[in-house]
């Protein structure tokens, strides 16, 4: 006899459950491929928009000089996307996993810190060159213009609307400097990613710790975690970056640590409320009694079954650390050596006029960014309250 739908779905985890309702909406589906596109360009960016040749052929000999000039950043990026692909077809648990993944990814910087060694200085003018023109045929990336290549050698005169430059072609025109604004664009997708990811992930580490010992211990434990928490919920965090920027220079990492040091209390409190209900379950009650470990108990057996609120924390709290590095970029206290959307959109308002593209696209980027965001998170807390799936028809 075959199983009925109701069947099917009683067998389904809960995780499944949630995942398969959230992606019901349509919302969240655009949500999830603008992600999903951004994680593209950030880690094949090297290879869609640069200056020098995929591969080519000179005097019947074939070489790749973009991977010649692949930093260390670059070769971890694409091994750990990689890496990341392989582990998910792994028929493990979701927490080991993570472990492989963070495991795989660590070996692979270290290989990559020892194996990488890209030229120290890079000159684009000579990518159109006779070396590299005068060539059998050569395979060009699709936006033919690095991130910080300013295009001296063609007289580039800095801002240039889409489509004004003669003979080479901009689609989204190119900023001050003479810099193709796409290719710009593309290549500052990594730091919208990283510090969005990294930042949250520090931020969720914390949390997760804290408001678990509160809510596992309670009593004086949990009242004075509390008042932690909200000593650091007191923390003006876009302040405080500035005091760090003034102070040490500009630094991303330093951004990464400070936006997640500051920002856990949120999710310390999802996870204190979770493990004050959850520690009086009878499997937690039975673990206790089978003298199991105080990590396994908390993070083995308790997060699984109180992960869900955190979902949607972490998708506006993604949100949020984007929005805090564009905010420091705008102000010109944002990363000098990397391309930035924050950065872009400050050019639009810096010289005598108005420069629409700069305004536009950098703006544009950030506003569908957080936006996909802020979908994919109310998605997850419509896929998870009770009340709407009961409102809903039950599963569906």
Known sequence: MASSPKSLISRQSFSA??????????????????????????????????????????????????????????????????IALAVSRLPLAGGAKFLVFLSGTAVAALIANLTVQPPALVIYDDFRGPEYVQVDWKVMPPIPYAPGDYLRDLGSKGLEAPFASAGHTHWLGTEENGADVLSRMIHASRIALSIGFIATGIALAIGIVVGGLMGYFSGIVDMLGMRLVEIFEDIPTL????????????????????????????????????????????????????????????????????????????????????????????????????????????????????????AVFPGGAIFMTVFAYNLIGEAFRDAIDPKLARRNGGES
């Open 17 to 82: 459950r949630i995942w398969r309702r959230t992606l019901d909406g349509v919302g969240v589906k655009f949500g999830l491929a603008w992600v999903g596109v951004l994680v593209l360009f950030a880690v094949f960016a090297p290879f869609l928009a640069n200056s020098m040749p995929l591969v080519m052929s000179k005097n019947g000999e074939i070489t790749f000089p973009v991977l010649r000039y692949l930093s260390i950043e670059d070769a971890w990026i694409l091994v750990a996307f990689f």
């Open 239 to 358: 302040f405080l970056l500035l005091t760090f920027v003034a102070f040490f220079g500009r630094s991303l990492y330093m951004m990464m640590v400070i936006i997640g040091v500051t920002g856990w209390s949120g999710y310390a409190r999802y996870v204190r409320t979770e493990f004050l209900k959850l520690r009086k379950q009878d499997y937690v009650q039975a673990a206790i009694a089978s003298g199991l470990p105080l990590p396994s108990i908390l993070f083995r057996h308790m997060l699984p079954n109180g992960v869900a609120p955190l979902l949607v924390a972490v998708s506006f709290g993604v949100a949020g650390a984007i929005l805090s590095e564009a905010t420091l970029s705008f102000l010109g206290l944002g990363v000098v050596d990397a391309p930035s959307w924050g950065a872009m959109l400050d050019q639009a308002v810096k010289s005598s006029t108005f420069n629409w593209w700069m």
